[in-house]
């Protein structure tokens, strides 16, 4: 570390505006974003900034005259990335080609490499806009159309699902982002799609998976009983002795994709009246199972 | 991608100093409508927006000035760059 009065070139008598003058005078010449080129200039400028950073603070240039604090003692270096290190990018919203317009004009290998480098910013897409859309379930499993209500100025984004999206997918609408700064394309819109949960539905990939409560007599008797499906109701047949846990299969009533359709698979589940029902107490009085019948034998 | 609240944060400015620089353009957010979106670069250009103000005493005419040059120098920068890769590719070894 230098001397702080060296690196500003002032003396160690220097009032405070001649130190913040000396100061003023290097930064404008060693700032790095007006040094793009000059990979020095930021140490150098970190150097002068530190040594500003002593000599500016009455406190710490007292300590440090006093020889309590050494020149790094107060050390705090600008912090972040100069602007210098984004602006050599291209298609940001400062890009300039006013200072070479007229070198682009010739029909030399120059002119061409200037006006192909500014045309290629010229026709620069606009930025992506992103979105989350809730989807009901059943939207979800059969697609709908959706608007959303985009954010003041642009009208509203007409979004179509298609028929079996999943939760978490991204649907890119082209063109429908942010208009080009220059005269390219806009950008897309970008609809992230979160599914909600439906009351009795659940998926998995394309099965559609459902519990169906049935009576005690539907279970030992069979019968026909209605059982939702995504697409509406359906009319499936319980087989005689049904029990809670059996899994019927209702073929291409899943999810309905290009490559054909999922399943759906109904869990029966034999439900008891949640009401007193004398007759059927009266009946299962009287109803012996056969010797030996015992649910809990394996246990 | 900075949301308004992280950049002011981040680029050490108030809601009224943001409307006026956006209004002079000396920063140009991502997306124009609300909600509006900030990058690094923004961070970056705010940062020296202020060294020229208050390091450098620069005022706000001399600052409009000098962010248009070192625009303009930024894009000879990279014209200067590309016409020297062309030519090095070219050019016999």
Known sequence: ?299 | MLNEEEFLKRAELDRTTLEVWIREEWLVPVRSTEPRGFTDMDVARAKLIHDLQRNMGVNEAGLDVILHLIDQMHGLRKALAEAVATLRERTPH
Do not use: C
Not at chain 1, 26 to 53: M, T, W, Y
Not at chain 1, 156 to 177: F, H, M, N, S, Y
Not at chain 1, 233 to 240: E, N, Q, R, T
Not at chain 1, 257 to 283: I, N, Q, S, W
């Open chain 1, 1 to 299: 570390m230098r001397d702080p009065y060296e690196v500003l070139g002032v003396a160690k008598t220097a009032t405070p505006e001649e130190i913040r003058k000396a100061y003023r005078g290097l930064a404008k010449k060693l700032h790095p974003d007006l040094n793009p080129g000059d990979k020095r200039a930021e140490d150098r400028f970190k150097e002068v900034s530190v040594a500003n950073d002593l000599l500016s603070d009455p406190e710490k240039r007292r300590r440090y005259d006093a020889g309590e604090i050494d020149a790094s003692g107060a050390e705090k270096a600008p912090q972040g990335r100069y602007y210098r290190e984004y602006a050599g990018g291209t298609g940001h919203p400062y890009e300039s080609h006013g200072g070479f317009a007229d070198f682009a004009e010739g029909d030399d290998i120059f002119a061409e490499l200037l006006r192909r480098s500014r045309e290629a910013s010229r026709r620069r897409p606009g930025a992506d806009l992103h979105f989350v859309l809730n989807v009901p379930f059943l939207d979800a499993v059969n697609g709908a159309t959706r608007t959303i209500a985009l954010p003041h100025g642009a009208g509203p984004l007409e979004v179509t699902i298609p028929a079996g999206v999943e939760d978490g997918q991204v649907l890119r609408l082209k063109g429908k982002g942010e208009p080009s700064p220059g005269e390219g394309p806009p950008g897309d819109a970008l609809v992230q799609i979160v599914v909600e949960p439906h009351r009795y539905f659940t998926r998995e990939g394309d099965d559609i998976h459902l519990e169906l409560p049935i009576t005690l007599k539907e279970a030992a008797l069979g019968g026909e009983v209605r059982a939702p499906t995504p697409a509406g109701g359906v009319m499936l047949k319980v087989p005689k002795h049904s029990n809670t846990g059996d899994v019927l299969r209702l073929k291409g009533k899943g999810v309905k994709r290009r490559r054909g359709a999922g399943d759906e698979l109904v869990r029966l589940k034999v439900v008891m009246p949640t009401e007193a029902d004398p007759e059927l107490d009266r009946f299962l009085a009287d109803w012996t199972p056969p010797a030996g019948y015992d649910p809990r034998k394996g246990m």
